[in-house]
């Protein structure tokens, strides 16, 4: 598809969320999207509660039709994958997967990027719901890309402050150091009387 003006190889999307809008729309919106020279619409993100409304329980049904919906318009699909919002279910049963500040405050759901990125239990429901979607959607011909999370670093999220982040570190320390002695060695941690004897320093 081309737009005038622009050179062929040009195409344009839109980020598209039918979770939000009557499904008897859908047709519509999709129809105006190849009308007005779009060729993509990216959709999922931020369905996670959609796709997931209960521990283990998918729910495809909506997800199929909407896709179908589009590339019956001749748009390309680009499959965004949910975990950039985990929904209240998972926090309910996990709230460790919240985020903790640099205050030591742990954030709570109600928007998105509400999780902490180096919890095993978030990572773990995040590799699930991929898995899934990637089963069911992986070969299908309309999905023509997928995106990995969503605007990565938003509200706040890039550093994580909480327990199991703060473990980690320590671990990979360790790791990278072998001893206190180095570590103090390398950081020049003498200066002020800084010198650590015990990693949980």
């Known amino acids: 598809m081309s737009i005038p003006g622009l050179p062929p190889y040009f195409s344009l999307g839109v980020c598209y ?3 939000h809008w009557p499904e008897d729309r859908w047709p519509t919106y999709a129809r105006q ?3 007005i020279g779009l060729s993509y619409a990216r959709i999922g993100e931020f369905a996670w509660s959609r796709m997931e409304p209960a521990d283990g329980q998918f729910s495809w049904d909506w997800l199929d039709r909407a896709i179908e919906t589009l590339a ?3 748009l390309g699909v680009i499959l965004g994958t949910p975990t950039g919002a985990p ?3 998972l926090v309910s ?3 460790e997967i919240l985020p903790v500040d640099r205050e030591g405050r742990r954030r709570n759901y109600g928007s998105r990027k509400h ?3 180096s919890s095993p239990v978030y990572r773990e ?3 699930r719901i991929v898995a899934a979607m990637a089963e069911r959607y992986g070969e299908h011909l309309a999905i023509i890309g997928w995106q990995i999370d969503n605007e990565w670093g938003e509200s706040d999220s890039s550093f994580s402050y909480s327990p199991v982040a703060l473990t980690a570190f320590r671990d990979w320390l360790a790791r ?3 001893s206190l002695d180095a570590l103090n060695d390398a950081w020049a941690t003498v200066f002020w009387s800084q010198e650590f004897t015990d990693w949980d320093q």
């Open 87 to 89: 929904p209240p279910w």
């Open 93 to 95: 049963a996990w709230p």
């Open 176 to 178: 990278r150091y072998g």
């Open 115 to 117: 999780y902490d990125h």
């Open 125 to 127: 429901y995040c590799r």
């Open 33 to 35: 999207m190849r009308e």
């Open 72 to 74: 019956n318009e001749g």
């Open 17 to 19: 969320y039918p979770e």
